[in-house]
């Protein structure tokens, strides 16, 4: 019985870890324009979207590839440089 609540206890810790991870995923992202969030959350699966890859984001907007990876470097960068990167790693 003891081992059960343990258990419950850990799954319990791990959804709402995950749950503030994705409130602070969601808060980072609202600094971003409309079309930078969707190239984000496409890249990298996000909010229920599937993952793809530069090429197909980059047919979907009716842009090149060059624009989508010059775009993902841009907010990689900022991430990297800024206190947004923070906002995601306090909830984990």
Do not use: P
Not at 49 to 65: D, F, P, R, W, Y
């Amino acid at each position: 019985m003891f081992h059960t609540n343990i258990k419950a206890f850990d799954e319990d810790e791990e959804t709402l870890s995950l749950d503030v991870l994705k409130s602070n995923i969601k808060e980072v992202l609202s600094n971003f324009n409309e079309k930078e969030v969707y190239i984000i959350e496409r890249l990298f699966g996000l909010n229920g979207t599937e993952s793809m890859c530069s090429e197909q984001i980059a047919m979907n907007l009716g842009v090149t590839k060059v624009n989508i990876t010059f775009t993902k470097t841009r907010i990689i960068r900022m991430l990297r440089h800024s206190s947004l990167s923070n906002k995601i790693l306090n909830g984990i």
